[in-house]
């Protein structure tokens, strides 16, 4: 399965491992050790562009339909290396129809080693690049920069699909020797901008750059977040908080920026929002693994929020298999409207009769643009959350509460209301704490809707309420508790199917009615 152009032939002996996380293949080894610092050019050598003498090994192999998740190439790096380099390409036979085509990931792990959730993890790019780099000072957008160490190092291969043909692959690891550079002491975003005290702030936190599979640069994606009006950005990469550094001077009074990752699994993507900066969260098992609590646990403690993504998207391991126990929200509207985000908001809907009593956490619902490149427009959809200020702890708070609902554009802005017969009062996300007969009127107030917009309330039971919106922007609706478990609001757009509602514009989370038991 591995062919070695090194000097001493292969090391070892492959092994194929499960350790609590998703199957894993080690290789046979690559070694660098007759190019030691000391011993010449060696085979395979060279200089590169700056005089430093290089020394490169070249490895290739075939992978089975059905490999394990992750293939591990150890790569023995002796002292007095300054940079790794990397360039790997694989084969992409005709299939049949139907048939999935060849896909590999790459990445790389240090000689901290390739543990589940361990301190090894130095990068990761997916399928976006053939090759990468990293140094002391510098890295390939997605690696993390830092000192090269004497060690076992490991390229990471991830066959994301595999042809009936399987998959030919080809890695060539260089080393370029000499003195490491000094290494650059990141800035990160801070965690507060100026905001307006107590106030309704907009964001869009599911966002890539060209620090994972996105196009644009960190400059261009706060640029176009200032011009959708938008208050506040998460930078969540595939697999890696490599982009975390990258905003240095991209943040100010008008526009605050979160860390964090879209951790990207065999079995669902999960958006881990505002977590610390640097902070790492592995990816590397399946639900079958029975791991995830423990990287969920890890994304709260690093302060951040667990929110699945997209979870009845169709692309290949997309759809979210782990359940919602350790969710804090979830993103029920991914990018423009479409059926798989009607499906998520069907289902989200269908948690919240179990937290009508009060007794069980709330699953807040959120809206993200997933925006990777042109034309993906950015804030669409937004999150619009009632925060005390323009913080990252006041912003999760609020999230984490449900005071939100998701706009398609900075343009729409609503109120939502419910209010009891002595003047009782609750808005988004909250609880109207009156008696079961209590007659509630219940208001929805909508500005900056699309023309010829559809208004309508939903409840425990179901849609209750829609008519047009009117040129007001307001409908009223009455219930009661005995009702109504709760309430919650949409703005569709017009239908285009007879019987199917429009496309979204906007939606809330919900309001409960009644006193909790």
């Known amino acids: 399965m591995c062919d070695d152009d ?9 092994a194929l491992l499960v350790t609590g996380a998703a199957a894993a293949l080690t290789l046979n080894g690559v070694s660098f050790a007759a190019a030691d610092a000391g011993g010449g050019t060696g085979r395979n050598g060279g200089r590169d562009g700056e005089g430093h003498r290089t020394e490169t090994r070249k490895v290739t192999g075939r992978l089975p ?5 992750y293939i591990y190439l150890p790569v023995e790096v002796p002292r007095g290396v300054r940079e790794i380099a990397v360039t790997y390409a694989y084969d992409r036979p005709a299939t049949p129809p139907g048939t999935p085509g060849n896909a590999c990931d790459i990445g790389i792990f240090d000689e901290r080693g390739t543990d589940l959730g361990g301190r090894g993890f130095r990068g990761w790019s997916g399928g976006a690049r053939t090759e990468f780099f990293l140094r002391a000072d510098d890295a390939t957008p997605g690696y993390l920069p830092g000192p090269v160490n004497p060690g076992t190092w490991h390229i990471a291969l991830g066959p994301y699909t595999v042809a009936p043909q399987g998959l030919a692959y080809e890695v060539a690891i260089t080393l370029h020797f000499g003195p490491g550079a000094e290494p650059h002491t990141p800035a990160y975003p801070p965690h507060r901008a100026k905001g307006r005290g107590r106030a309704w702030y907009r964001g869009d936190n599911h966002l890539h750059s060209v620090y994972s599979d996105g196009k644009r640069t960190p400059a261009r994606i706060a640029a176009l977040a200032r011009a959708a009006g938008l ?9 890696t908080t490599a982009s975390h550094r990258a905003w240095e001077g991209l943040w100010g009074d008008d526009l605050l920026i979160l860390t964090g990752e879209e951790v990207t699994t065999r079995n669902g993507h999960v958006v881990a929002m505002g977590t610390d900066p640097g902070v790492f969260i592995d990816w590397r098992y399946r639900a079958r693994d029975d791991v995830f609590t423990r990287f969920a646990r890890r994304v709260r403690r690093a302060g951040g929020l667990v929110i699945p993504a997209h979870p009845h998207a169709t692309c290949i391991g997309c759809n979210w298999k782990f359940g919602y126990e350790e969710a804090d929200a979830v993103e029920v509207w991914n990018g423009p409207f479409t059926l798989d985000d009607e499906v998520a908001i069907a289902d989200w809907d269908n ?4 937290h009508t009593h009060g007794r069980n956490p709330f ?4 809206g993200h643009s997933d925006a990777h490149r042109d034309p993906d427009v950015i804030g669409l959809p937004q999150t619009v959350v009632l925060a005390d200020d323009l913080t990252r702890d006041a912003i999760l708070d609020g999230i984490r509460a449900g005071r939100a609902y998701l706009a398609e554009s900075s343009a729409l802005s609503l109120t939502f209301t419910a209010t009891g017969p002595k003047g009782e009062h609750a808005t988004i996300g909250g ?14 107030t909508v500005t900056g809707a699309p023309a010829d917009s559809t208004a309508r309330i939903l409840t425990d039971q ?7 919106l009117p040129a007001s922007g307001t409908v009223t609706w009455h219930t009661t508790p005995a009702n109504a478990a709760y309430v919650r609001a949409e703005i569709r757009h017009p239908a285009t199917t007879p019987g199917v509602p429009g496309p979204m ?3 809330t989370n919900p309001m409960f009615l009644g006193r909790p038991t």
């Open 431 to 444: 609880r109207l704490p009156v008696h079961d007969s209590a007659q509630i009127a219940v208001r929805l």
């Open 6 to 14: 090194s000097t001493n032939g292969p090391l070892g002996r492959r």
């Open 462 to 468: 179901g849609q209750r309420f829609t008519a047009p």
């Open 65 to 69: 339909l059905g490999a394990p998740d």
């Open 363 to 366: 699953l807040p619902a959120v």
């Open 351 to 354: 948690t919240l009769v179990a």
């Open 505 to 507: 514009a906007a939606m």
């Open 231 to 239: 208050d506040f950005i998460t930078t969540t990469e595939h697999n």
